[in-house]
């Protein structure tokens, strides 16, 4: 099963839905989760171009995630907005036009409390999962 991430306005906020491609369900994907994912891609990668930061989201999920253009540049367009990262052209791997996307020192510091963000909500969510953890 692969989860499509795509975008939607709501109250001028983007929501990301994750629409699960074998039985067309779909189900919602916390606000911020796409920014995270980019922000620790360029991390451990560098600099990335919008492509390269696509395919690597998506092997790094086990190709559970499926990303596509009209998600993913609106979130690095609000990254860069933000200045959580940076932009500039140049030449790809084949020898292309492209706009490299590396993370800020800002962007850097917002990974961080994201980080810590989600790991205290995953051991939230986890002990209503594990009944006999949240009694320890």
């Known amino acids: 099963m692969r989860l499509l991430l795509t975008t939607y306005r709501k109250d001028d906020t983007f929501l990301w839905t994750a629409k ?7 189900g ?16 451990a990668m560098g600099p990335q171009h919008g492509y390269g ?6 092997q790094t999920s086990g190709n559970m995630l499926e990303l596509n253009q009209g998600t993913l540049y609106p979130a690095l367009l609000r990254l860069e ?8 052209w140049g030449t ?10 590396a993370i800020t ?4 510091k917002q990974l961080e409390k994201e980080t810590r963000n989600w790991e205290r909500a995953a051991e939230i969510i986890a002990r209503f999962l594990d009944p006999e953890r949240a009694s320890s």
């Open 28 to 43: 919602d994907i916390l606000h911020g989760t796409l920014g995270l994912l980019v922000l620790r891609t360029l991390l």
């Open 92 to 101: 790809s791997e084949n020898n292309r036009r492209a706009r490299f996307y």
């Open 81 to 88: 907005q933000m200045r959580w990262i940076s932009s500039k």
């Open 105 to 108: 020192a800002a962007g850097r």
């Open 53 to 58: 930061i696509a395919r690597r989201i998506e």
């Open 20 to 26: 699960m491609s074998q039985t067309n369900e779909r």
